[in-house]
Each structure stands twice: as structure tokens, then as C-alpha cells.
């Protein structure tokens, strides 16, 4: 499958999503059949809702500001969006609790570095922070959508399908972000100190939380010569430089530093394309299962 030349952007919708999951089909181990690399992306579900909440304030805060009826609606489709992430990661991780994972001290830990941190922020701040996060979401979306086969791989099949979803959203909307950073600032120093704080929050903060979920779900894998195999093999589908997650990725995170970047110089319409017709289709889509309801926010002058 081949990109297409990047187009006008098409209207983002808010989903609704219901996927009722149940801690008993639950695996811990998704990605890829690991406990250590799977435990990455556990961590990140549970954090990702504060992130999504910082993201949803920040949007609605500065969409006051915005002159653009067009813009408007932009931000209220990603915060529409960014509102049933959160939801329905909350769900999930209220199961991943039942197998467990520390989602209740991970969740103390998160809201107060985000009550007390990062949302006392300026808002100018915020703002900047908010597009970085966008811009990292937007790149573990792309490398996703470039490697379907890793969802195939466990038979959790709603986990697969939460995922998915996601995936197929933040690639939907992540220009938004930051083009409502580039209307409401424009700062190339302002946009830096966002995305550096982004990346110790994804790239150091979530790791970290998440290389100790299997010690602290199952302290005895300290000693067992299999765990740490395990952890051998998910570093490389983490951080290989050939086609690790965030290893192979770095130069699309990196390109957020180039002064006249935007988020659609790396272009996904086809992918999108794709994945719609894949998820979404009425008879035979892998969400039409747990899609409730569907709209575009309207356009208001």
C-alpha cells in the first residue's frame, strides 16, 4: 500500500464506543506475546487518560481564542475524540486492575503530577505541551498502522479493537493540536519546551512506569532466566533501530524540531483509507461491533 499526496483535511468524527470488556478475556500479554514491551503499552493506557484530560481542558480553554469557525469545530471534533479515548481507556484499565496491573497507585501517581505539575502549567504551556503529545500519539499511530500484523497476534480481540480505534483517530486529528498551536502562538522556542517536556513524559516517564508492572505484578520474575529473555526480545520491538516502536521512529519524533514542520508532511491518507474501510464497514468492520454512534460536530459561525 502506497501514501497519497496530502489533501485538504477531512472532517474528524466523535465515536462512540462501547466495548464491554471483561477482565476474564483480557491478555496482559497483546504485544506481541510479551510481558515486559506489553507492559509498556499498559502503562501507557493508563497514563495516556491523564494526558487525553489535559489535552480535552487545554483544547476547550483555548478554543475561545480562536477566530476560524472552521478551527472551532476542529478542536471540538479532538476534543469529542480525546473525551471517548479517555472513557474507554478508563474501562480497559479497571480490567488490566483485576490481573494485577497498579493501575490504582499508577493513577494516584499520574494525577498528581498533572494536578499539581503540569496542569498549573501557563497555558501557553499547556498549549505547546498539548501539540507535543499530539505529535507523539500521531507517530505511534503511524508505525501501527504501517505494522497491522502485530494486532493479529493475540486473540484479545476488544483489546485489539481499542487499539485500533485509537490508532485510527490520532492519525485522524494530528494536525489539530498543532495547528491551533500555530494560530494561537506560532513560537518555535515555545513549541520545543512543549515537545521536550512531551518526551520525558512518553519517552522516560511511561517506559519507566511500565518496566516495573511485571516485577510488581509477579515479583518472582526477577529470577526467572525466561522474564529476562523476554525483556531482551521486547527492547528490540521497543527501541531497535530497524523496526523498533520508538528506535525506528526517531527521525519522524525529531522532525517535530524543524522550524516549518507540520504533522501532515507526513502524509497517512491512504493508510486512513485503509483502515477505515477495515474497521468501520458496516457488514464486516472490526469496530461495527462496539461503534454506538457516529457524528461530525457542526460548523459554527
Same mark, same amino acid.
Given at each position: 500500500?502506497?501514501?497519497?499526496? $496530502?489533501?485538504?483535511?477531512?472532517?474528524?468524527?466523535?465515536?462512540? +464506543?462501547?466495548?464491554?470488556?471483561?477482565?476474564?478475556?483480557?491478555?496482559?500479554?497483546?504485544?506481541?506475546?510479551?510481558?515486559?514491551?506489553?507492559?509498556?503499552?499498559?502503562?501507557?493506557?493508563?497514563?495516556?487518560?491523564?494526558?487525553?484530560?489535559?489535552?480535552?481542558?487545554?483544547?476547550?480553554?483555548?478554543?475561545?481564542?480562536?477566530?476560524?469557525?472552521?478551527?472551532?469545530?476542529?478542536?471540538?471534533?479532538?476534543?469529542?475524540?480525546?473525551?471517548?479515548?479517555?472513557?474507554?481507556?478508563?474501562?480497559?484499565?479497571?480490567?488490566?486492575?483485576?490481573?494485577?496491573?497498579?493501575?490504582?497507585?499508577?493513577?494516584?501517581?499520574?494525577?498528581?503530577?498533572?494536578?499539581?505539575?503540569?496542569?498549573?502549567?501557563?497555558?501557553?504551556?499547556?498549549?505547546?505541551?498539548?501539540?507535543?503529545?499530539?505529535?507523539?500519539?500521531?507517530?505511534?499511530?503511524?508505525?501501527? +498502522?504501517?505494522?497491522?500484523?502485530?494486532?493479529?497476534?493475540?486473540?484479545?480481540?476488544?483489546?485489539?479493537?481499542?487499539?485500533?480505534?485509537?490508532?485510527?483517530?490520532?492519525?485522524?486529528?494530528?494536525?489539530?493540536?498543532?495547528?491551533?498551536?500555530?494560530?494561537?502562538?506560532?513560537?518555535?522556542?515555545?513549541?520545543?519546551?512543549?515537545?521536550?517536556?512531551?518526551?520525558?513524559?512518553?519517552?522516560?516517564?511511561?517506559?519507566?512506569?511500565?518496566?516495573?508492572?511485571?516485577?510488581?505484578?509477579? $515479583?518472582?520474575?526477577?529470577?526467572?532466566?525466561?522474564?529476562?529473555?523476554?525483556?531482551?526480545?521486547?527492547?528490540?520491538?521497543?527501541?531497535?533501530?530497524?523496526?523498533?516502536?520508538?528506535?525506528?521512529?526517531?527521525?519522524?519524533?525529531?522532525?517535530?524540531?524543524?522550524?516549518?514542520?507540520?504533522?501532515?508532511?507526513?502524509?497517512?491518507?491512504?493508510?486512513?483509507?485503509?483502515?477505515?474501510?477495515?474497521?468501520?464497514?458496516?457488514?464486516?468492520?472490526?469496530?461495527? $461491533?462496539?461503534?454506538?454512534?457516529?457524528?461530525? $460536530?457542526?460548523?459554527?459561525?
Amino acid at each position: 500500500m502506497t501514501t497519497q499526496n $496530502p489533501g485538504v483535511n477531512l472532517q474528524v468524527p466523535v465515536r462512540h +464506543m462501547d466495548f464491554q470488556f471483561d477482565a476474564k478475556d483480557l491478555d496482559p500479554k497483546m504485544y506481541r506475546n510479551t510481558e515486559f514491551a506489553s507492559a509498556i503499552f499498559e502503562a501507557l493506557s493508563i497514563f495516556l487518560t491523564f494526558g487525553e484530560d489535559l489535552v480535552i481542558d487545554t483544547a476547550r480553554y483555548h478554543r475561545q481564542f480562536v477566530k476560524d469557525p472552521e478551527m472551532k469545530q476542529r478542536l471540538t471534533a479532538l476534543i469529542g475524540q480525546e473525551a471517548i479515548h479517555s472513557k474507554m481507556h478508563n474501562e480497559f484499565n479497571d480490567q488490566l486492575a483485576k490481573h494485577r496491573f497498579p493501575v490504582p497507585l499508577y493513577r494516584f501517581l499520574a494525577d498528581k503530577v498533572f494536578e499539581y505539575g503540569l496542569k498549573r502549567l501557563p497555558n501557553r504551556m499547556q498549549l505547546s505541551l498539548m501539540a507535543g503529545i499530539e505529535h507523539f500519539t500521531a507517530v505511534v499511530a503511524e508505525y501501527m +498502522m504501517k505494522h497491522e500484523e502485530v494486532f493479529f497476534e493475540s486473540p484479545d480481540e476488544k483489546q485489539r479493537a481499542l487499539w485500533m480505534w485509537h490508532m485510527l483517530e490520532e492519525s485522524e486529528h494530528k494536525d489539530i493540536a498543532y495547528d491551533a498551536f500555530q494560530q494561537l502562538s506560532g513560537s518555535y522556542s515555545l513549541r520545543v519546551s512543549g515537545f521536550v517536556m512531551a518526551t520525558i513524559i512518553i519517552m522516560v516517564l511511561v517506559p519507566l512506569a511500565g518496566s516495573v508492572i511485571p516485577l510488581i505484578r509477579k $515479583p518472582s520474575n526477577a529470577l526467572r532466566p525466561a522474564y529476562w529473555k523476554d525483556v531482551v526480545f521486547s527492547l528490540e520491538l521497543l527501541a531497535g533501530r530497524e523496526d523498533g516502536v520508538f528506535g525506528s521512529t526517531m527521525g519522524h519524533v525529531m522532525d517535530y524540531l524543524r522550524p516549518d514542520f507540520h504533522p501532515n508532511d507526513h502524509d497517512t491518507t491512504a493508510y486512513l483509507d485503509y483502515y477505515k474501510d477495515k474497521l468501520l464497514h458496516p457488514q464486516t468492520g472490526l469496530l461495527t $461491533p462496539y461503534l454506538v454512534r457516529e457524528f461530525v $460536530p457542526p460548523v459554527r459561525a
